[in-house]
């Protein structure tokens, strides 16, 4: 079993408009809601490639029993922890005539060392599995102090761990040596202290992270795809050029592909390409829809795999 942990999960209320102007009614031509949030996201498009999963976290209110529901309604098991404050929702507006997409993130609910504890007792309890992703922001009330707790309760098993968080978050969670991590230039960047900009500096990064117990760095880079450093080993997978309709969702889905090929048993080649086209087939889509199977499988021959490890 795979088990993704959100713990600032969000209903991603979705608006298309003409074009946005100033001072001026904009009315809406369209509008639609998703279950969102990083690993939420992971869950989702697991879900659509066959894959099986429970998703994990905190919901409340109105719109935490509305996330829970549209997940129930997709097949996705859930067993979040109910809170007394209310699921955040996020507000993403399309403009149709430029393309443009600006999202604007709630900051999510407080949540009370009493909720936080039911969280804890809940992973005590958590049957081991194949592995586990940890991504997102944190709601009001955790410090970032809590990934390093959750990865090291979910590791008793060897349970393998993806983590998919930034700054203070992404720092102290690799003090517990997750075996996966996930940024993209920037977040990689400010992990090691210093401005990445070739692709040296980027492989060089990487390592140091290595070192640091991490197994597995992935650095997604947009159109130019995702690179893999793991000791020694380096792989950049690229996707063809596609016509975009929205990066909502891409590097969540890049994720979910990973996943879906380790747990599937490919070699790391073929699990970065699953990654590649899972986030380019999410760009296929409009607002917050993800990745789906036959856009998958149709772009899986289309990634342009590079073996850049060292030939000494």
Not at 75 to 86: Q, Y
Request: proline share 4%; aromatic share 4%; net charge negative.
């Amino acid at each position: 079993m795979i088990y993704t942990i959100t713990l600032n999960p969000a209903l991603d209320r979705t608006l298309w408009i003409q074009r946005m102007s100033d001072d001026t009614s904009n009315r809406i031509i369209e509008e639609k809601s998703f279950a969102g949030g990083k690993s939420v996201d992971v869950s989702k498009v697991l879900k659509n490639l066959g894959e099986d999963n429970v998703a994990l976290g905190f919901v409340g209110g109105f719109a935490g029993r509305e996330l829970e529901g549209r997940l129930l309604n997709e097949g996705i098991e859930t067993d979040f922890v109910r809170v007394s404050g209310e699921t955040r929702t996020n507000i993403v507006i399309h403009e149709k005539d430029t393309g443009k997409q600006y999202v604007l993130n709630a900051r999510g609910p407080e949540i009370r060392p009493d909720e936080l504890m039911q969280f804890i007792e809940q992973l005590e309890r958590l049957p081991c599995s194949e592995l586990v992703t940890i991504g997102g922001s944190l709601p009001r009330g955790i410090s970032p102090e809590i990934y390093r707790k959750i990865i090291n309760l979910v590791k008793r098993c060897q349970v393998r761990v993806v983590l998919d968080v930034d700054g203070e978050a992404l720092r102290q969670g690799i003090r517990a040596r997750p075996d996966i991590i996930k940024p993209n230039i920037h977040e990689l960047s400010e992990l090691v202290g210093r401005e990445l900009v070739d692709m040296d500096e980027i492989i060089s990064a990487s390592r140091e992270i290595n070192q640091k117990g991490v197994e597995i760095v992935l650095v997604s880079m947009g159109a130019k795809g995702i690179l893999l450093v793991s000791g020694r080993r380096t792989y950049l997978a690229v996707p063809p050029t596609v016509k975009v309709e929205s990066t909502v969702g891409a590097g969540d889905s890049s994720v979910a592909g990973f996943v879906l090929g380790l747990v599937q048993g490919k070699e790391l080649p073929e699990c970065l390409i699953y990654a590649a086209a899972a986030g380019t087939a999410t760009t296929l889509h409009q607002g917050t829809a993800l990745c789906q199977r036959d856009d998958f499988e149709r772009l899986i021959p289309q990634v342009v795999l590079t073996d850049l490890s060292p030939r000494d």
